[in-house]
């Protein structure tokens, strides 16, 4: 997994009479979620409409647009069904003029983030809803799969609360409906990975402050993915030197006609992986997982030493494991960059008084062995 463990799936593949059955584990407002997802495959030919949806062939990549229908099967009507979606898809792929996602807030009591029964729109990689983005990475235009939803139970802290009318395993159907080509990592330039990675810091700070951590950690863990791949743009740049190197980006960029998207430099990479796993910790520690924690603010404060805000989550996460030397030292360095902080301060006091609580305990447990 991923820093948080949040977004790399546990899959399993079976092939039994043309039926792949996967599984893997997703990230919903609600905790960690096991998906175990049956399709039948329908090789088919690609076929782009004059809307630019591919209505069958290839699977969705990164940025693609997909009309999917995402419903709960104990509301499925089957013959209602076959008989509607008959003429459906060519009239909706007919309708639509300008291929444009629909928009929707993420709802903090939902499993499944979609509007259930309804055509959507989502963009691929968007990361509004990690379970049905998961199921159409691996569709064709046209499949519908099944999926059946329980919680992981062997990931701790996560609460499931339940309503009179959910009963678990939640049972739904995804269907596929077309979908516009999108790009593969290599062919999307540093620049459109740049704004991704932005958009996605930007996005998951939002889901932090509505209270939606789950939600705000897989923002950040898709931030910190697409960084890996810029990794060699910034070395190449620091081989060059900046100037030089950010000039042949912006003529490489007017080549390709992507004028409006700037890649990073080296200090912005560096600034912005920083934040990432700073951001990333604090999620951590919301979710009670301060070995994680931990790991995200230590890299946090090898990149950008004079992180405040990192320091004090390393101590935070140093404290809660009860590794009292190296949370203190955390502190500290905070008190260098902040003189007189006030949440430092308090920290030492608080590591001093368990401290003195400890020594008197083992104090009394001497005292009584030699008595």
Request: hydrophobic letters at 30%; one cysteine or more.
């Amino acid at each position: 997994m991923d820093p948080v463990h949040l977004l790399e799936t546990l899959r399993g593949h079976g092939d039994h009479d043309g039926v792949d059955v996967t599984s893997w584990v997703s990230v919903c407002p609600r905790g960690l979620w096991k998906v175990q997802k049956k399709q039948t495959r329908k090789e088919s030919k690609q076929t782009v409409s004059e809307s630019g949806y591919v209505t069958s062939g290839y699977c969705p990549r990164l940025g693609s647009l997909c009309r999917v229908r995402v419903r709960l099967k104990a509301d499925m009507d089957e013959t209602e069904s076959s008989v509607s979606d008959k003429g459906s898809e060519n009239l909706a792929i007919a309708e639509v003029t300008e291929a444009v996602e629909t928009a929707f807030p993420r709802c903090q009591d939902s499993v499944l983030q979609v509007p259930l029964g309804d055509w959507t729109t989502l963009r691929l990689g968007e990361g509004q809803c990690d379970i049905t983005e998961a199921c159409l990475e691996g569709m064709r235009a046209g499949e519908k799969c099944e999926i059946l939803l329980s919680p992981a139970g062997n990931v701790p802290n996560v609460s499931v609360p339940q309503s009179e009318e959910e009963h678990l395993p939640i049972c739904a159907t995804v269907e596929l409906q077309a979908f516009t080509p999108g790009r593969e990592s290599w062919e999307i330039s540093p620049g459109e990975k740049w704004e991704w990675v932005k958009s996605h810091k930007e996005r998951g700070g939002g889901r932090f402050r509505s209270g939606d951590v789950w939600g705000a950690a897989d923002s950040y863990s898709r931030a910190l993915k697409l960084l890996i791949t810029l990794y060699g743009h910034v070395r190449e740049l620091e081989k060059k030197g900046q100037e030089q190197g950010a000039e042949e980006q912006r003529d490489m960029d007017r080549e390709n006609g992507d004028e409006a998207h700037h890649p990073p430099s080296a200090n912005e990479f560096k600034t912005i992986k920083a934040e990432l796993h700073s951001n990333m910790s604090l999620c951590q520690l919301k979710l009670n997982q301060p070995e994680r924690a931990k790991a995200s603010a230590t890299k946090a404060t090898e990149l950008e030493p004079g992180g405040a805000k990192a320091w004090y989550r390393l101590g935070q996460a140093c404290q809660k494991m009860n590794e009292l030397e190296e949370a203190k030292q955390a502190f500290r360095k905070l008190l260098e960059l902040q003189p007189e902080s006030p949440a430092a301060l308090k920290a030492l006091k608080d590591i001093a008084s368990r401290e003195k609580e400890t020594n008197v305990q083992l104090g009394l447990r001497l005292s009584k062995m030699f008595s």
